[in-house]
């Protein structure tokens, strides 16, 4: 019996590490490796779950800086711009409807508050920001993150089919992904499979609606006269930095071009970490009501910001 615990233990950590090398080599594509991870965290006992979840954390910030070399600066800001207004309106229309079905579904107040601003603004961001002011326990963040990721993973897997049988634009799917997937890293990996341009407006758009952390963060904290310290998404600045370089140093376009592709692996190995990260248990500590609550919410969002995309009210 030992024998066989202990070469299973083994296998299972061989596994896991084909995983992140088939990912980072490329072989697998992001929602290949977010695939690969779920069926790996569903399937078999995580062997570094802690260690995995810290490195999917950097490896996202790190890779989104990567992608930044890919970006022009005078398209990120026109891009941020434009998509201020809608942001402003999504969140905050996401939010009041979040609350609303919390109370309808009788979910905790804490989770049905982090629930809805993980949908709103940027998925485990913004609940790992707004968790320490919310004073949320452990449960209620594990219940509250759970929910989010489980979703963020169909999205990925799903938005591309929905986005090519609607017959979006480039443009029009990366921002329909910044507005409604939830985590960056998934939509990142979404607009990657549909095109470089929607990979662009995806990841600026999504990037400058994580910086609604703050605002929210803060009234937050007002409204519950909490003083603890915010969290900032520093990466957002590095991320600019990187477009700034690659827009007024050109003569250093051979480099900017590894350096993203290098962000592409990166992503591709985060989402097989978080899709791995993703166990039976998690769906249990979920529960019922606030993954119903999570479900109506992202589907509300996500449809009324396809149709108004498609019917050309939302654009850039």
């Not at 078999?44 to 979840?53: A, G, N």
């Not at 803060?218 to 003083?227: F, I, P, S």
């Not at 480099?255 to 166990?279: M, N, P």
Request: glycine share 10%; charged share 10%; aromatic share 10%.
């Amino acid at each position: 019996m030992y024998a066989w615990v202990s070469i299973s233990g083994c296998m299972t950590k061989n596994l896991f590490f084909v995983g992140i090398i088939l990912a980072a080599s490329g072989l697998l594509s992001p929602p290949l490796a977010l695939g690969a991870g779920l069926a790996y965290g569903l399937l078999l006992t995580h062997p570094y779950p802690l260690d995995s979840k810290r490195l999917a954390k950097f490896l996202l910030q790190a890779s989104v800086v990567c992608l930044g070399f890919g970006m022009n600066l005078g398209e990120v800001i026109q891009v941020g711009r434009s998509g201020f207004f809608y942001t402003a309106v999504g969140i905050s229309f996401a939010l009041a409807l979040g609350w609303l079905l919390g109370r309808l579904l009788n979910v905790e107040k804490t989770q049905s508050f982090l629930i809805a601003a993980g949908t709103a603004i940027c998925g485990g961001s913004a609940i790992a920001a707004l968790g320490p002011v919310t004073e949320a326990n452990e449960e209620e963040m594990a219940v509250s993150l759970g929910t989010v990721f489980v979703l963020n993973s169909v999205a990925l897997l799903i938005f591309p089919a929905i986005g090519a049988a609607m017959h979006l634009s480039q443009t029009q799917f990366g921002l329909w992904s910044a507005l409604a997937i939830h985590d960056t890293s998934s939509v990142v990996g979404a607009a990657a499979k549909y095109g470089a341009v929607a990979l662009a407006i995806a990841t600026t758009v999504k990037l400058a609606r994580a910086l609604w952390i703050v605002p929210v963060a803060l009234l937050t904290a007002a409204v519950r006269k909490n003083k603890t310290r915010i969290q900032l998404p520093w990466f957002i600045l590095y991320f600019c930095i990187a477009a700034v370089i690659s827009s007024y140093i050109p003569q250093l376009h051979a480099a900017y071009s590894d350096a993203y592709r290098l962000g592409k692996l990166g992503l591709a190995v985060t989402l097989f970490l978080i899709g791995s990260g993703i166990s039976r248990q998690t769906l249990k500590e979920v529960g019922v009501r606030p993954m119903v609550q999570g479900v109506l919410l992202w589907v509300v969002v996500a449809g009324l910001s396809l149709v108004a995309i498609a019917k050309g009210f939302i654009h850039l």
